[in-house]
């Protein structure tokens, strides 16, 4: 009897060790499973993420070639202008040239409309006559056109020789010459003005007194200057005292049109 609870017992423990040992087996299948579920499925988000991310910086990239486009374009379109330009070549005129037809004649109405409204009302309060002023304005445009012709014709009395005895061609010369007028335009441009006119026309005024020539000298080494500018251009030009329309102001002297002109 003890002996068949004895082999009982042992038949039983000998199948608890084996269901113990397949317990195992199956708790490593499981972990091995699990690990393997977990790695694909980090896997799976890195490369959701990477291909996601991948979009995004496609998307972005081909939004900024889009809105880069019509900037490209409009920068080619300004380099084609330039490229065609010349600094001045007739009747051609750079963007980037601050003595250029256009800018002489902006400068011009710059004076007109602002500084010289100013300069009016206090001669006026001084009681100046409006005739003595416009026959003073006149004669300053005159006079610094005189100036600056003078140089201009030394040049090109220089470049006469130069022609002669140099070998080069009539049309180098004449460009040389050109570009030798135009950096003598440039250095007035940076001169000081009232050092220009001082050293140009000092008697401008000598009939006005000190107050009066106060009020006056800015406009008078404003309009000394802008003349020799305007002089020095290609072709000269002038503010067209001849076609001067007379004003119910009398006040209102400064002429309208600029003009092609010789010395006046």
């Not at 979009?55 to 374009?73: C, I, M, N, T, W």
């Not at 006026?124 to 002023?133: A, I, N, P, Y």
């Not at 135009?182 to 007194?209: I, V, Y």
């Amino acid at each position: 009897m003890e002996k068949n609870v004895a082999e009982v017992e042992t038949f039983y423990k000998q199948k608890l060790d084996e269901m113990s040992a397949a317990l195992k087996r199956k708790d490593k299948e499981l972990k091995s499973f699990k690990d393997r579920l977990a790695a694909q499925l980090a896997a799976s988000r890195e490369k959701t993420t990477s291909f996601t991310m991948e979009a995004s910086l496609k998307e972005q990239l081909y939004e900024a070639r889009v809105a880069q486009k019509p900037k490209d374009r409009d920068l080619k379109s300004m380099k084609d202008r330039m490229a065609s330009m010349t600094f001045k070549s007739g009747n051609t005129e750079s963007m980037n040239n601050p003595v250029s037809k256009t800018r002489l004649i902006e400068m011009y109405d710059k004076m007109k409309l602002l500084q010289w409204p100013k300069v009016k009302d206090q001669l006026q309060s001084r009681s100046v006559q409006s005739k003595v002023v416009q026959g003073l304005i006149q004669e300053t445009f005159r006079t610094a056109a005189g100036e600056a012709n003078k140089k201009k014709q030394q040049i090109e009395e220089a470049f006469g020789l130069n022609e002669c005895s140099s070998g080069l061609s009539p049309q180098k010369v004449k460009e040389f010459r050109q570009l030798t007028v135009q950096n003598l335009q440039m250095a007035l441009f940076h001169t000081n003005k009232e050092e220009l006119l001082k050293s140009g026309f000092p008697e401008l005024g000598g009939q006005f007194s000190e107050e009066v020539m106060e009020n006056l000298r800015p406009l008078t080494s404003e309009c000394y200057w802008l003349s020799c500018l305007m002089a020095l251009n290609n072709p000269p030009l002038q503010p067209d005292w001849k076609n001067l329309v007379p004003s119910m102001d009398p006040w209102d002297i400064f002429p309208r049109n600029i003009t092609s002109a010789s010395v006046m």
